[in-house]
């Protein structure tokens, strides 16, 4: 009986692998909803993680700098469709020149308001290295005279004090 | 995480029987898995009834995504895998071309009875990023790792040694090992499905509660096997050790070492005749940071300190066995907790070779020595380099210090790791193939 069970799971194995393999989505897969993403807590985060969220931030506004709708014309109706999306896409066309013109000069905004953010990223950055610098050179210069200062005070080498 | 019932408690029944009956019954209850969760539910019952029938030992997928380059974390998992690899039939998964006598002459394991399976990843290569680098995934783009989603349900069990928390686990039963939660919760966060979640100190556990809002249910301290033999003890050398890859952003901090050994010679009367420094450590090139610290050194001749890259495992093994007094400065004036050692391998591999450590202050260090019994540990470069003196001027106090710390290095060993790893998996194990209810994650916990 053991080889005709093991065969019989073994058919029914590869079938529903065969569906498993042919569902297309995780919640599918999963069979139950799935939550995909939270949204980031900054005020959570350290300072090398703000750093790498405002890079990620800033390279999505970089990426979305062009607004001009450049729709994906589609029609569900099964005869008249052709008819349909052709004349969308004349009218998209003849109205593209008129839409362009305000697009254009939102484009233009976005691209100042992005090298804006990206140059005052680079300022940001680079103030607090040199803060980070000082700060690391005030504690050097603290231990050091502390150091000199406990010389004086025994006349030997600290561990010899000790 | 909590221990919940399987979704289908009730087909542990027919499990057992190896009859007509019990493969029909096993039929219409994969059916009726299918109709209400999906073909992967109906798939896993049938994998599960497999291995209740005792017809096999059940299957372990072990993922990594940077299992083709050497590191602590890629260590574990291959030990673990070592540890498994009689009580299940393990596959490792990468996503870049690496061997098991690769695995093997890194970590010096037996990985004969795994195999590897490597699952190419398009997302990176076509975005020319050479390495596989999970921050460059927003919810912007399809889940690159939704392919390692959908293999981890081809296996009764699915490991994931990534700390990836974009693979939504789909086997029967899930373990997540962080090493620490890199990434806060955010696109494609899937860490809170996994049935069981290990860690590996109580820092990281400490971080995985306040970044991912989980609790770890199994605490495994990393493996460490730089224990000498006792023929191979040798009396111990004036030299100072830093064992630490030469990472690009300077994280291990050896140029600071650098600046402190300086200053240790000022301060010393003496100018700690005999005593020198040796950095050792792993570097990929090519490496601005490492160029750093040739150039530093060639800036000072005199200076007695030693560079050692890319040294083979029989070196450091000599060089621990050498050295008297050990240095971590990882995590010193770091404000972000992933820059801070999460446990600290190498200090540990110092102990085990009464090589007397002396480490920041912070992170997994602290549960490793305990101060002034095992070690020391220091918050600032004043404290390290009056803790050095300390235990450079006093050979006696050094050796008690450095026996004591060898004694708790015993406390990380291979076999220690390999008994908790074996001793979990086979309670698992045991659940699993009685055919009962499994660990899984809680209702809340899924939110």
Redesign the interface.
């Known amino acids: 009986?053991?080889e005709?069970?093991?065969a019989?799971?073994a058919r029914?194995?590869e079938y529903?692998?065969a569906?498993?393999?042919?569902?297309s989505t995780?919640e599918?897969?999963?069979?139950?909803p799935?939550?995909?993403?939270?949204p980031?807590?900054l005020w959570?985060?350290?300072?090398?993680?703000i750093d790498?969220e405002m890079g990620?931030r800033l390279s999505?506004l970089n990426?979305d700098i062009d607004c001009r709708p450049t729709p994906d014309i589609t029609s569900h109706r099964r005869i008249l469709g052709p008819v349909v999306v052709l004349f969308k896409k004349i009218l998209f066309k003849i109205l593209r020149p008129y839409s362009n013109t305000l697009f254009t000069r939102q484009n233009r905004f976005n691209e100042e308001l992005v090298a804006f953010h990206l140059a005052t990223f680079i300022r940001l950055r680079r103030l607090e290295e040199r803060w980070?610098r000082q700060e690391?050179q005030g504690?050097?210069i603290k231990?050091?005279l502390?150091?000199l200062r406990g010389n004086q005070e025994s006349g030997?080498?600290?561990?010899?004090a000790? | 995480m909590k221990p919940t019932d399987a979704p289908s408690e009730s087909f542990s029944r027919g499990f057992g029987r190896?009859?007509?009956a019990?493969?029909e019954q096993?039929?219409s209850r994969?059916e009726s898995a299918?109709r209400?969760?999906?073909?992967?539910?109906?798939?896993n019952l049938?994998?599960r009834?497999?291995v209740v029938?005792g017809?096999r030992k059940p299957s372990l997928a072990l993922y990594d995504h940077t299992l083709h380059l050497i590191g602590g974390g890629e260590k574990y998992g291959c030990t673990m895998a070592a540890a498994l690899q009689d009580d299940f039939d393990v596959t490792l998964i990468a996503h870049r071309p690496v061997t098991l006598d690769r695995l093997m002459d890194w970590y010096d394991l037996d990985l004969s009875r795994c195999r590897v399976k490597i699952m190419p990843i398009d997302f990176f290569e076509k975005i020319g990023q050479g390495q596989i680098n999970p921050?460059l995934v927003?919810?912007?783009v399809a889940?690159p790792f939704?392919a390692v989603?959908?293999e981890s349900?081809?296996y009764d069990f699915f490991v994931n040694n990534s700390m990836l928390e974009m693979v939504?686990p789909?086997a029967n039963v899930s373990l997540f090992v962080c090493h620490f939660p890199e990434r806060?919760?955010?696109?494609?966060?899937?860490a809170q499905?996994y049935g069981q979640l290990i860690c590996n100190s109580r820092y990281t556990a400490s971080w995985i509660e306040k970044?991912w809002r989980i609790s770890p249910n199994h605490h495994i301290y990393p493996p460490v096997d730089m224990e000498p033999p006792p023929s191979a003890m040798t009396p111990k050398e004036n030299i100072i050790l830093s064992v630490a890859r030469f990472e690009v952003g300077g994280s291990k901090q050896q140029a600071e070492m650098i600046s402190a050994f300086q200053?240790l010679r000022v301060?010393?009367?003496r100018g700690l005749p005999g005593w020198k420094l040796v950095l050792c450590g792993g570097s990929a090139l090519p490496n601005p940071y490492l160029d750093r610290i040739r150039n530093m050194l060639r800036a000072q001749p005199g200076l007695p300190v030693e560079l050692q890259v890319n040294i083979s495992q029989g070196e450091l093994k000599k060089l621990y066995a050498r050295a008297a007094v050990f240095w971590h400065f990882c995590g010193l004036?770091q404000?972000?907790?992933?820059?801070v050692e999460h446990f600290g391998m190498s200090t540990v591999e110092a102990m085990q070779n009464r090589c007397l450590p002396v480490v920041f202050d912070g992170g997994g260090q602290r549960e490793i020595v305990d101060s002034g019994i095992s070690g020391y540990r220091f918050s600032?470069?004043?404290e390290l380099?009056?803790l050095t003196?300390?235990v450079?001027?006093d050979p006696g106090r050094r050796e008690q210090l450095g026996l004591a710390a060898q004694l708790r290095g015993g406390d990380f060993t291979r076999a220690i790791f390999s008994n908790r790893v074996t001793g979990l998996f086979k309670r698992l194990a045991a659940a699993y193939a009685a055919g009962g209810p499994l660990a899984g994650p809680s209702p809340e916990a899924e939110?």
């Open positions: 009986m053991d005709q069970g093991k019989e799971i029914l194995k529903y692998r569906r498993k393999e042919a569902a995780l599918e897969l999963a069979g139950k799935i939550r995909h993403h939270f980031v807590d959570q985060l350290s300072d090398s993680e790498g990620k999505f990426d980070l690391q504690q050097e231990e050091r502390e150091e030997l080498p600290k561990h010899e000790d | 190896k009859d007509a019990g493969a096993i039929q994969a299918a209400e969760s999906g073909a992967q539910a109906a798939y049938l994998l009834s497999e029938a017809w921050d927003s919810d912007r889940n939704l989603s959908r349900g081809n939504y789909l806060q919760r955010g696109a494609y966060f899937y499905h970044k200053r301060r010393d009367a004036n404000s972000n907790p992933a820059q600032s470069i004043g380099l009056s003196l300390k450079i001027g939110q």
